[in-house]
Each structure stands twice: as C-alpha cells, then as structure tokens.
C-alpha cells in the first residue's frame, strides 16, 4: 500500500507517520506538508511546500497512492472564522480535489474531532467548519472516505504536540490519563491506536463513514 500523509509533523501526523513506516504492509509514504518531519527512512518521501493551497506543480507526484490519512490541523483559539476554515476546510479541499482526480481508487482518511457539527448551522465555529469540511469530502468520488472524530488523545512514543497548551495540558493530565480510561474508555484514544485504526480502514473498511473513538479503537485491533 502506497499512502500521502498531511500533516506528519503535528501530534496526531506523527503517530501515523510512525505506525505506516513500522508496518510491513506498506511499501511507501509521502509526507505533504509546510515543514520536513526530521525523519529518515527508505520508505520516506517527503515534499515541503510553503502553499498548501496549489498543487498543481506537483499534481503529478500525487498519484498512485491507494490511501490518504490527513492530520493536518490548527487548534481554533484566537482565530476568526475565515482564518480557521482557510486551513481546516480550504487546504484539505483544494488537496482532497487533487487526490480524488488522481486517484480514483483512493481511501482518504480525514482526522475531525468529537462534536463535529455535520448540520453546519450550530452556534460553535470551529465544529460547524469541521462540519463542512466533512461534507464536502463525502462528496468527492473517492473509492472511500471516512471521518475520524476522536476526543481525548494521549501522546505516545514521546509524541510532543506542536502546540505548547496542549503540551501543558499533557503534562498536567498525564498522571490521571489511566483512571480516565479505565472509567470512560469511550472518551480516550492514542497517537499509535488512530495510527493503526487508519491503515486497518483503508485495508478493510469500516461499518460507516464517520468513526467516533470507540468505533477508532475498535478498528485498530479488528481484523477481518
């Protein structure tokens, strides 16, 4: 399986970056994004592109892959909603486009978030536009699309987010993540599990379009 990474340096990129480049199942993986991951591996190539917005100059190295995991993402604190849907929605439609005209056959996995507003018309921005987002990618002619809506997310394999109050709020929380889990294991995942969660839906599909975390969790240890 050859699979495009959006997103690869951000918390969620990382782990997905890492399970595919462990997995034996698949023999390649380009990384798209605006920074170089700092990683080295055979399987690894990567394109680092400061618009993210155009990719007609590289339209043709976007074929011949067989799935899509998009991580890219911004935390939507102090932004308007015009700066917010420019990087959730535009960039992740404008590549999604390209994509699905080179890749008709294409599994295209996109990570949302727990309450993703799919009506578009709720009263909080960011999850109206994660919303849109998800419609529009149900719409284009993909072989497959699925939308990941995973909640509390614990980093692993010394995973840091890029972003330095969610690094905090890790630091913090990291001692009671365990009692978490074991009290409400519907509300917590991990880097590794949406990693393995991605790779087993674009091999074998899923019951349904959009995944919440017990349905990531469930699809990271189920084999067909």
Known sequence: M?????GATGMVGQG??????????????????????GQRHPKLRELVRADLLDFSAIEA??????ACFFCLG?????????AYRRVTHDITIAAA????????EMTFVFVSGAGTDSTERGRTMWARVKGMTENALLRL??????????????????????????????????PFLPLVKRLFPGSMTTTETIGRAMLAVARHGAPTTILETNDIN?????TP
């Open 97 to 104: 486009t390209t994509l699905a005209r080179r890749n008709p």
């Open 141 to 174: 002619p993909f072989k497959a699309a699925y939308m990941f809506r995973p909640g509390v997310i614990q980093p692993l394999h010394r995973i840091k987010s890029r972003t330095t109050l969610y690094r905090v709020l890790y630091v913090v929380t990291a």
């Open 61 to 66: 190295e976007m074929t011949g892959l067989d």
């Open 16 to 37: 997905v970056l890492r399970e595919c480049l462990l997995d034996p199942g698949v023999e390649s993986v380009l990384s798209i994004g605006r920074s170089p991951t």
């Open 218 to 222: 469930r699809a990271a240890t189920t």
């Open 74 to 82: 911004v935390s939507s604190n102090g932004m308007t909603e015009e």
């Open 2 to 6: 050859n699979v495009v990474i959006f």
